[in-house]
């Protein structure tokens, strides 16, 4: 081989190390990791998988101190076999609540008004749909999504950064209904 191949096949070699994992391939590990963490009874480990991929999706919507509490609840719940013991009052949780509606309600005034109507239907519409089939849905969503202007989607994406995520997001609803047709046919029921 001469030496400007060698250069050239390293030089290729060490770009495809670099580049990022396909959507797909993420998205099974992910789900590869929730399942080993689950019956390895990690249970703080497993919500900060968890956690961590809600923050990449919706960044800045917990406080720290908030996100401790979440944690140790979580953590307890699967120790105490399924029996939820909260350690926040009602009056916190609910506190908590507001602010996260309010939170997103600031997110949402800060798009276009294209934007805002498009995020206010879809909220809409997760309300009247029972779970089904998760691919044709987010397939339909897509589609209404990519036909808004670019401007619309990136108010959009400024303020939800899940929606800058979408491939990533359709991988992840790739898996579920994977795993949900599984269990389906395990237990001898029609998906969806």
Known sequence: MTRPTILLLLSL??????????????????????????????YEELFDLLYG???SF???LFKDDEIVIFKKD??????????????????????????FEKEMNDRVAKMTE??????????KDAKRKAMGDFNSEFAEFRKK?????????ASIEAQLPIFGKLQELQ??????????????????????
């Open 58 to 60: 919706y960044p800045g």
């Open 114 to 123: 294209e934007g805002r109507r498009f995020v206010t239907e879809q909220k």
């Open 74 to 99: 979580f953590a307890a719940f699967f120790e105490n076999e399924g029996k939820l013991k909260l350690s926040l009052a009602d009056e916190q949780l609910d506190a908590i609540g507001e602010r």
């Open 145 to 153: 999504y990519d036909s808004l202007s670019a401007a619309t989607r």
């Open 171 to 192: 991988a992840h609803v790739n898996v579920v209904d994977r795993v949900l047709r599984h269990l389906s046919k395990l237990a001898g029921k029609k998906y969806p």
């Open 13 to 42: 070699f060490s770009l495809s190390l670099a580049s990022p994992i396909d959507p797909q391939t993420s998205a099974n590990r992910f789900y590869g990791q929730i399942f080993e963490k689950y019956f390895a009874e990690a």
């Open 53 to 55: 991929k809600w923050n």
